[in-house]
């Protein structure tokens, strides 16, 4: 009787395992995948120096007409980034 009732848990126990793969599966490749927004950066041609504030940044590149700017790495400069949906 000991036998069968863990045989029982057992496959109990991996059929459990089994539905929790196919849902994790099935949710990772899904039909249901939201697209993400590309995001397009362009180097301010009005920014001067060294970009060390993520608000100034972002002021230069309003004015330049884009909604971001971004401190970035070019090289080992910190060089600001104006950013755009695409």
């Known amino acids: ?5 863990s045989s029982r848990s057992r496959r109990l126990v991996a059929s459990a395992l089994f539905v929790v793969l196919l849902l994790l599966v ?6 249901a995948r939201v697209a993400e927004a ?6 301010s041609h009005r920014f001067v ?3 060390m504030s ?10 330049e007409g ?5 401190c970035r790495w070019h090289g080992i400069e910190r060089k600001c980034y104006c950013k755009r949906l695409c």
């Open 1 to 5: 009787m000991a036998s069968t009732t």
């Open 26 to 31: 099935s949710s990772e490749t899904g039909p």
């Open 38 to 43: 590309r995001h397009c950066l362009s180097q």
């Open 49 to 51: 120096g060294a970009c």
């Open 54 to 63: 993520y608000r100034n940044c972002e002021g230069v590149c309003r004015t």
């Open 66 to 70: 884009f909604p971001w700017g971004v």
